[in-house]
């Protein structure tokens, strides 16, 4: 059974170890009371076929529970002189004679379980000395054991928090324009993901968590799957967002190349690690050979700094709005978005300047040579009924007329296919520039 204990759990044994030890007792264990049982959950005994981590009791029979009620002391040199004691199972089974008690807290005052010695012996010399030394062995337990409680209390509470939203087929999946700077004529539209509004976290966060919990390449695919849903209710490109570990999956390429591909800038994180470029690049290389476009997102705020744009030479890099937004009175934000954009067409990639918010912010990228932008100046996300017009195809070579898709007949009701709700006040979007000022991170 030790071999297959956690590492908190062997930690919490090697205490028990020595409290077996310093108290000369045959049996030393750790309990959790949920409220009605009690479970052995680490158990070091000379007996270790009668006594086994895992082992449950009821809690309201055992020892343990008597002297968390009073009615039994922490300490019981001979549990014969106690009859309270022998009237309990086990006193008779496995005819426990000397025992110790302490409770294990943790660090919000919870009582987790309990701090245990036990002998098949009376054992006059246990005192309340003993307990003091079994008090220090139970909070060293309870530092051991409480982050992974916490842990686990985490992954329950995204987990129990994304399944429905997973179930349901995913984030609602809502669409910012991007225009021309020049021209202010749409060019695309980027799909952003929503969750509930009273759940108060960014989209980046609730995506960030669902990998953390195993979910993340399911909620990052079904994401690209409500995204995909608006190519039919919008002209121009779509723009869809992956994290590079999803995209490695086989689940999302065979996704990818199912849509078509000359409709879609395919946006990678640059806060996102790249464990292997050879592998993101033999992945992409079929996609972009079919016409996907790629796309390095938020450019100038993450850790890869260049690395992504080097080694993927994408087709549009586009600018963090934390360094967009007041480029137009901040002269170093100036410098570094100009910068930005000159590497950007020495690689030539096309630069998109995301977070844009005001007229005097969007006319001084215009000057600083970016190409296009995207931000609540142009435009907030919606459902896709709010795009609507001509558009300008963004290539390669350079910008060129293009027909618009055919709007469904009835918009609304087409829209309505994937899951959707008004848009709420203070929701937050996929990426930070489209996020309201008093959500953006």
């Not at 082992?55 to 002297?67: E, G, L, N």
């Not at 590079?244 to 640059?270: D, F, K, V």
Request: proline share 8%.
């Amino acid at each position: 059974m030790a071999g297959q204990r956690s590492d908190a759990e062997r930690q919490v044994a090697d205490l028990l170890r020595t409290a077996r030890s310093a108290l000369g007792l045959s049996l030393a264990f750790l309990t959790r009371m949920d409220g009605t049982t009690q479970h052995l959950q680490v158990v070091e005994s000379a007996l270790p076929l009668l006594f086994k981590d895992g082992s449950t009791r009821p809690q309201q029979t055992t020892f343990c529970q008597a002297v968390r009620d009073g009615t039994l002391p922490a300490v019981m040199p001979d549990v014969r002189d106690f009859p309270a004691a022998m009237k309990l199972p086990a006193a008779r089974m496995p005819r426990i004679r000397s025992f110790v008690s302490v409770p294990v807290t943790l660090s919000d005052g919870t009582l987790y379980g309990t701090f245990c010695a036990a002998g098949f012996t009376a054992d006059k010399a246990l005192t309340t000395r003993d307990k003091a030394l079994m008090d220090v062995l139970a909070h060293a337990a309870s530092v051991v054991i409480e982050p992974g409680l916490l842990e686990q209390t985490r992954r329950g509470e995204i987990t129990g928090r994304l399944g429905p939203v997973i179930d349901a087929g995913g984030p609602l999946v809502v669409l910012q324009p991007v225009v021309e700077l020049a021209t202010g004529s749409r060019v695309e539209a980027e799909a952003l993901s929503r969750f509930p509004p009273q759940w108060n976290k960014a989209p980046d966060v609730c995506f960030a968590e669902a990998h953390s919990v195993g979910l993340g390449d399911s909620l990052e695919l079904l994401a690209l799957a409500g995204a995909a849903a608006h190519l039919d209710r919008v002209s121009g490109y779509v723009a869809m967002n992956v994290s590079p570990a999803t995209l490695l999956t086989a689940n999302c390429t065979r996704l990818l190349a199912g849509l078509p591909l000359p409709r879609i800038l395919l946006e990678l994180s640059e806060h996102d690690p790249v464990a292997d470029y050879d592998a993101l690049k033999a992945v992409l290389a079929p996609l972009r050979a079919a016409g996907m476009r790629l796309a390095i997102d938020d450019v100038g705020a993450g850790f890869s700094s260049l690395r992504h744009i080097v080694l993927t030479s994408p087709d549009v890099i586009k600018l963090d709005r934390s360094i967009v937004d007041t480029v137009s009175t901040d002269p170093v934000l100036s410098t570094l978005v100009r910068s930005l954009t000159e590497f950007g067409h020495g690689c030539g990639a096309q630069v998109v300047a995301e977070g844009i918010e005001t007229a005097a912010d969007a006319a001084a990228l215009t000057g600083l040579g970016v190409d296009y932008g995207q931000g609540w100046h142009y435009g907030r996300p919606g459902p896709a009924t709010d795009l609507a017009g001509n558009t300008v195809a963004l290539t390669r070579g350079g910008l060129q007329p293009t027909r618009p898709v055919p709007a469904p007949r009835d918009p609304a009701q087409a829209y309505a296919s994937s899951p959707t709700r008004p848009e709420p006040a203070g929701a937050t979007a996929h990426c930070p520039s489209c996020a309201p000022p008093s959500s953006r991170h």
